[in-house]
């Protein structure tokens, strides 16, 4: 068995375990009302407020491509990032979209390794502003986050921990394994090409879309009863966005339903009630990630197809 097939049932199994204990502790009724909860007001919101995280996410990319020397403009990435969003959201691991992309535009560059480079380099910025972000948020609003790890029983830190050494293991193996020797050299050169005075940019169209997924989640909140004030909740949203952004699920569901369950019942709140927060915003980014869906299929559609080999 190959290790990039290990790897993918690792991730998998992981999501496959935080459903089933889920599953067996609060059964189907926290999927089931967050399927019922769904509206017409709340897809409104959802659409323009995932065009917004989208499109900052996509002009991050550019920005990093073109630091890297690939051509690529904001109107191709856009739709580009919305086919990665889809694929991420109906497809295990949460990153298989981001690796079409990568080859997508590798293959159109000629440049598969650098092209590849600037997808992860780009989701790495995003998730570097994240964290930052969420220690911003631990300062300015004292004792919001610590109660919440305290909560958790020893046995849920140890795993925790275990799992974040798992994937840091993973990722310096692959990099070693693939690069080698030369892996020093190419990321030296590439800190050089993205440290640069312009690099306040993707940093802000980065904290643009987590803000934009924030309000996202908020609205999950508004939609499921929650009445917890905005200030207060956003401690708990964060920690839910922080698990949704693992690559470890099942097509978008598992670390971010069991982070939610375990936050809120940490807060003083229901953890069924989180588990619907968690999965009324899985359906509204499922829902608001069709477009590129729709994307897809007028690639694969033959009419185009001939248009563009004539």
């Known amino acids: 068995m190959s290790r990039r097939t290990l790897i993918a049932l690792f991730r998998a199994g992981v999501a496959a375990v935080v459903l089933v204990l889920l599953l067996d502790r609060f059964g189907t009724g926290p999927f089931a009302r967050a399927a019922d909860l769904i509206s017409w007001p709340a897809i409104v919101i959802a659409f323009p407020v995932t065009l917004v995280a989208t499109a900052s996410c996509a002009m991050r990319w550019t920005w990093t491509a073109r630091r890297l020397d690939l051509g690529l403009d ?29 080859v997508r535009h590798g293959t159109t560059e000629a440049a598969i390794a650098r092209a590849s480079r600037a997808v992860v380099w780009e989701r790495l910025i995003g998730q570097v502003v994240l964290v930052a972000v969420s220690v911003v948020v631990l300062v300015a609003i004292p004792g919001s986050l610590q109660p919440v790890w305290r909560s958790a029983p020893a046995a849920s830190r140890l795993v925790i921990a275990l799992v974040a050494l798992v994937i840091a293991a993973i990722t310096i193996a692959g990099v070693r394994r693939r690069h080698g020797r030369q892996a020093h050299g190419w990321v030296r050169s590439d800190i050089q090409r993205l440290v640069v005075p312009g690099v306040l940019t993707p940093l802000a169209l980065s904290a643009v879309a987590v803000l934009a997924h924030l309000v996202l989640l908020e609205t999950a909140m508004r939609v499921t009863g929650v009445g917890v004030p905005p200030l207060a909740a956003l401690p708990m949203l964060l920690v839910v966005l922080l ?23 940490a807060s ?20 608001a990630a069709l477009p590129g869906g729709a994307l897809m299929v007028l690639d694969a559609w033959p009419g185009r197809v001939r248009r563009e080999a004539s």
């Open 74 to 102: 904001n109107r191709a990435a856009l739709a580009a990032y919305y086919r990665s969003l889809f694929l991420n959201q109906v497809l295990p691991g949460g990153v298989l979209g981001d690796v079409d992309r990568a």
């Open 243 to 265: 698990a949704s952004s693992l690559p470890l699920n099942l097509a978008g569901w598992g670390p971010r339903e069991g982070a939610a369950a375990w936050v809120f019942a």
């Open 268 to 287: 003083g709140l229901d953890a069924s009630t989180g588990v619907t927060v968690a999965a009324v915003y899985g359906i509204l980014s499922l829902l």
